[in-house]
């Protein structure tokens, strides 16, 4: 066993407190700087605001939070269907609404911006109109008097508030409060002996799993505070959860699931569906996947029987706010505002009864690691919070479950050698003074990109850990060098992929030499390669990116590696291109996507690419 590292708690959340307070401050110049230096135009073309907007409507939804309904001014307006510009806005983002300063503003009036208007949460994009939940209570809505509206993103500080109170709670734990659990998370104590578990053959929900999956899912539950479950790519580790969660509740187990994304949750609430079980997922619904919604806990305040109970005073609110846009006289929209608050207090009240009643009858829950932290879910007692895709959690992020239920005993599932989470702070030019107050409590050396999965393996060691050796995505000679340089060789490929080609997809494709084998490497050295940097040109164009790299004759090759494939038959929906840099992302979408038009005639192409900015740590996969 590794030696174990023990660290004091409190220095623990000290330095995570420290690294968090860094990281947001990173954030936050980046989101200032921008809106600072940006004309409106060139935010709206940077994705980062919308504007031309007119309130279409205002009512109540969750917590009797005023939502504004925005839509495109028709008379600004270039899309006959009355469709928004494309645009950057995401359900979940931190904007400001507020009236439109002239086309023309200069900068500063940009700047002006920050402080105006009213704050509040996209919930829902649609393609006509865009949904804010409003922060504030009392306030005239922006738009209310028919003015010209904007939307402008704001850097979101809503997670870290959460994170720094978890993060407190257990700067302030007196030692003697620790459970055995929290001991054993930080090394005090090491993990209870593993129980071993027997499962009949017949008792497996799905009996195809393979051996390391089967092992995995003895392992987490016959371990008493921990179980860490390491899936390398396509292993399965998802499939595993499922039947581990399927697993605790035959034993009768109360279990939160969490992952950092809403989309890693959606992931196990659609496969756990189907199985029928009592479930539940928090979060707003405009986040969520549509084949989701049935199991939303905002849904089913809506929908279910204990949801009669809310509808009236919803009704009520509603019918209010629609009076004040009609009331002209100050006085009366003053009585109005009166009167919604006492509704809102009322609302607030039995959606909480409500909630209680839904939570509390599921015995599976899940939600993001920060939805984990909601009220729905103060003092719930789970016996299991199982966290997906771990290792690209911030560990901060994980205690919010753990702090805010009552949790005894967790189970990660990740790939703590795939790369950590994006960190700003650590990579940023500009990095942000430290806080006055560092004192010695620092632990030194410790960064954000150390997550909980990789830290208890640092303490405990291999031990607490099964690793999933099965993959079912790729070819053999796809996998050899991953499995090799990162997993020990361990990697088996399963026999359905281990020799799967291109020419062998189940519609016609040619034998090409570009179609019978499974990986190809093109050599660029020696040639007109050169690489150039972003951030050269963003001054000419004024493009708000950060510092990345692209190079014009890899984009040219890929092009033609692209058209070849093509030529072939392979269907372009079925290629995939990926790179790093974000500018290289630029230049192979312009290139692919006018050659893409061009041979297919088609109008519209979804270009699913992702650009990444970070530093690769040594060790890690991409
Ligand atoms: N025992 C199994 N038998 C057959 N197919 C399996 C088995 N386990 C997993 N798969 C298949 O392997 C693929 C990957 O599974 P899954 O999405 O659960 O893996 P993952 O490890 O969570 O993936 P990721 O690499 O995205 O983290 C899926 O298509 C799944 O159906």
Redesign the pocket.
């Known amino acids: 066993m590794a030696p174990r590292e023990v660290i004091s708690i409190p220095s623990f959340a000290t330095t995570q407190l420290s690294l968090l307070d860094a990281e947001l401050q990173s954030e936050m110049q980046e989101t200032s700087s921008v809106l600072t230096n940006s004309t409106p135009t060139a935010l709206f073309r940077a994705g980062l605001a919308l504007p031309n907007l007119l309130l279409v409507s205002q009512r109540t939804g969750l917590g009797g939070k005023t939502v504004l309904e925005l839509g495109p001014d028709p008379a600004v307006s270039s899309s006959a269907d009355g469709d928004l510009p494309e645009h950057g806005l995401r359900a979940g983002d931190i904007v400001r609404v507020a009236e439109q300063p002239a086309g023309s503003a200069k900068k500063r009036e940009t700047k002006a911006l920050e402080d105006a208007g009213g704050r509040g949460v996209v919930t829902r994009v649609a393609r006509n109109c865009v949904l804010v939940a409003l922060d504030g209570e009392d306030e005239d809505a922006p738009g209310a008097s028919g003015k010209r509206v904007w939307v402008v993103k704001l850097a979101n500080d809503v997670t870290y508030k959460r994170m720094n109170l978890n993060m407190m709670k257990l700067q302030k734990m007196k030692s003697e409060e620790y459970s055995s659990f929290v001991r054993v998370l930080f090394g005090l104590t090491t993990p209870s002996p593993v129980e071993e578990i027997s499962i009949p053959p017949d008792a497996w929900v799905d009996p195809?799993?393979?051996e390391s999956?089967k092992d995995a899912i003895r392992f987490a539950l016959g371990s008493r505070e921990i179980a860490l479950i390491h899936?390398p790519?396509?292993?399965?580790?998802?499939?595993?959860l499922i039947e581990l969660i399927l697993q605790m509740l035959k034993q009768n187990l109360r279990v939160l699931v969490c992952g950092p994304s809403n989309i890693s949750v959606d992931n196990i609430v659609e496969r756990l569906a189907p199985h029928k079980i009592p479930i539940v997922r928090l979060g707003h619904p405009a986040r969520l996947l549509p084949s989701v919604l049935n199991h939303s806990l905002d849904v089913l305040t809506q929908t279910s029987e204990a949801a009669a109970i809310v509808k009236d005073v919803r009704k009520e609110m509603d019918s209010k706010q629609a009076s004040i846009r009609k009331t002209k006289s100050g006085r009366e929209r003053r009585a109005v505002y009166g009167e919604l608050k006492e509704l809102r207090k009322e609302f607030r009240e039995r959606e909480k009864k409500c909630v209680g009643t839904l939570v509390g009858q599921s015995k599976v829950v899940l939600a993001t690691l920060h939805g984990g932290g909601g009220l729905q879910l103060k003092d719930e007692k789970f016996d299991v919070v199982i966290i997906d895709e771990a290792s690209q959690a911030l560990e901060a992020q994980c205690w919010v479950p753990l702090l805010w239920t009552r949790a005894e005993k967790l189970v990660l599932a990740g790939d703590h050698l795939q790369l950590p989470p994006t960190i700003k702070s650590s990579n940023s030019k500009s990095k942000p003074a430290k806080p006055k107050d560092i004192s010695e409590d620092i632990i030194p050396g410790m960064t954000l990109e150390t997550t909980l999965f990789d830290r208890l393996l640092s303490i405990h060691g291999p031990d607490i850990k099964r690793m999933?050796t099965t993959q079912?995505?790729m070819h053999e000679k796809i996998m050899r060098f991953p499995s090799d340089e990162l997993y020990e060789g361990k990697l088996v490929a399963?026999e359905a992929v281990k020799e799967r080609l291109l020419k062998d997809l189940e519609y016609s494709i040619e034998e090409t030499e570009d179609t019978i084998e499974p990986l190809i490497f093109w050599d660029t050295q020696g040639g007109e390669f050169s690489e150039k940097s972003e951030e050269e040109d963003d001054a000419a164009k004024g493009k708000l990116m950060g510092e990345s790299k692209s190079n014009e004759m890899e984009a040219v090759l890929v092009k033609k590696h692209v058209q070849s494939l093509v030529d072939a038959g392979v269907k372009p929906e079925d290629i995939a291109v990926v790179t790093p840099y974000n500018a290289q992302v630029t230049f192979i979408c312009s290139y692919t996507c006018m050659w893409i038009f061009w041979i297919k005639g088609i109008q519209h192409i979804n270009v699913a690419i992702e650009g990444r900015e970070t530093a690769q740590p040594a060790g890690r996969a991409g």
């Open positions: 195809s799993l393979n999956q899936g790519p396509g292993t399965g580790k998802t499939h595993t999933l079912y995505r399963a």
